[in-house]
Nanobody, 114 residues
Framework: VHLVESGGGLVQPGGSLRLSCAAS????????MGWYRQGPGNQRDLVAF???????MYVESVKGRFTITRDAVKNTVYLQMNSLKPEDTAVYFC?????????WGQGTQVTVSS
């Protein structure tokens, strides 16, 4: 197993969650890492990525609300999600960027609802 996501759950609009992705060293140490999400009936889309040098990119819809970080000691990528909206409801996955088809994990469900 290369990537294991955790931290999802049910949260009210305006709430926060922190997602974690534990990665194997062979993947984490050499790659740009990203978070993706797939909402109901939607395709799987990139949300954010972080380079080995901690440079970051966010899609417009999450700018100012989400923060991606990486911990090189723990081989873990995090996604701090604040001010959550119902449209953020999705299964969230981590993967390399660009993604590797063999690396998809089970994802973690995030549901934003009152």
């Amino acid at each position: 197993v290369h990537l294991v996501e955790s931290g999802g759950g049910l949260v009210q609009p305006g709430g926060s969650l922190r997602l974690s992705c534990a990665a194997s060293d062979s993947i984490f140490s050499v790659n740009v890492m990203g978070w993706y999400r797939q909402g109901p009936g939607n395709q799987r889309d990139l949300v954010a990525f972080i380079t080995r040098g901690a440079g970051t990119m966010y899609v417009e819809s999450v700018k100012g609300r989400f923060t991606i970080t990486r911990d090189a000691v723990k081989n873990t990528v995090y996604l701090q999600m604040n001010s959550l909206k119902p449209e953020d409801t999705a299964v969230y996955f981590c993967n390399t960027f660009p993604f590797g088809n063999d690396y998809w994990g089970q994802g973690t469900q995030v549901t934003v609802s009152s």
